[in-house]
């Protein structure tokens, strides 16, 4: 990747008023094995679904806590917000802290007893803005290579397919020859914007 930068820079670099900035909001990895999270939430009792019907998300049982969705997003079943919820409001944070110690301290490969997950954030530690209350509940990273899957109907907790790579967690951002100065904090998708509206007119507004 350093080389194919460097040509296109060697190429345009040296033009006036010319800057070159690169994105990616995420990266890549070999995938070493897919993880039913929701099936892990079955098992520990989170997560039961109706006798009649099929097994699925929209088929379950009023009395299930918690339920995942790709990638690694766990939803709390509360009450008042979840068509079938059952967790109390005075339950959600005793809940969510419950799962997410669990996921760090129990949640291992059962081939050869592997920590799966890295680290759970709660959304508020890494979403803001007027749809916060939409964002998951938690949101778990897992360790490189084991990617975190939403299906309900696995016969296994562990499971491997046809395709060999994965996104993963973390993001590349380049930005070359700028006068403009970005904050620690700003050093992220988020603070794009700023840089994208100095870069088409020095006068927009700050963010």
Same mark, same amino acid.
């Given at each position: 990747?350093?080389?194919? @930068?460097?040509?296109?820079?060697?190429?345009?670099?040296? #033009?006036?008023?010319?800057?070159?900035?690169?994105?990616?909001?995420?990266? *890549?990895?070999? @995938?070493?094995?897919?993880?039913?999270?929701?099936?892990?939430?079955?098992?520990?009792?989170?997560?039961? *679904?109706?006798?009649?019907?099929?097994?699925?998300?929209?088929?379950?049982?009023?009395?299930?806590?918690?339920?995942?969705?790709?990638?690694?997003?766990? *939803?709390?079943?509360?009450?008042?917000?979840?068509?079938?919820?059952?967790?109390?409001?005075?339950?959600?944070?005793?809940?969510?802290?419950?799962?997410?110690?669990?996921?760090?301290?129990?949640?291992?490969?059962?081939?050869?007893?592997?920590?799966?997950?890295?680290?759970?954030?709660?959304?508020?530690?890494?979403?803001?803005?007027?749809?916060?209350?939409?964002?998951?509940?938690?949101?778990?990273?897992?360790?490189?290579?084991?990617?975190?899957?939403?299906?309900?109907?696995?016969?296994?907790?562990?499971? #491997?397919?046809?395709?060999?790579?994965?996104?993963?967690?973390?993001?590349?951002?380049? *930005?070359?020859?700028?006068?403009?100065?970005?904050?620690?904090?700003? #050093?992220?998708?988020?603070?794009?914007?700023?840089?994208?509206?100095?870069?088409?007119?020095?006068?927009?507004?700050?963010?």
């Amino acid at each position: 990747m350093d080389d194919y @930068l460097g040509e296109i820079w060697d190429k345009f670099g040296e #033009r006036e008023n010319y800057e070159m900035m690169v994105l990616s909001d995420h990266g *890549f990895c070999t @995938l070493k094995k897919e993880v039913y999270l929701n099936l892990w939430l079955e098992r520990e009792g989170y997560l039961s *679904f109706r006798s009649e019907g099929s097994k699925s998300l929209e088929n379950i049982a009023p009395e299930s806590k918690a339920y995942s969705l790709i990638p690694g997003r766990i *939803f709390i079943n509360l009450k008042g917000r979840e068509e079938m919820g059952s967790v109390e409001r005075e339950d959600y944070e005793p809940l969510r802290d419950e799962i997410a110690k669990r996921l760090i301290e129990e949640f291992r490969d059962p081939e050869d007893g592997t920590p799966i997950v890295e680290r759970v954030y709660r959304r508020e530690e890494i979403y803001d803005g007027p749809y916060l209350e939409e964002a998951a509940d938690l949101i778990a990273v897992p360790k490189t290579g084991y990617d975190l899957k939403g299906k309900v109907s696995a016969e296994g907790l562990i499971g #491997r397919g046809k395709i060999v790579g994965m996104h993963t967690y973390d993001d590349a951002f380049l *930005f070359v020859k700028g006068e403009i100065k970005l904050e620690e904090n700003e #050093r992220w998708i988020g603070g794009v914007n700023k840089l994208v509206y100095q870069l088409i007119s020095p006068s927009s507004p700050s963010f």
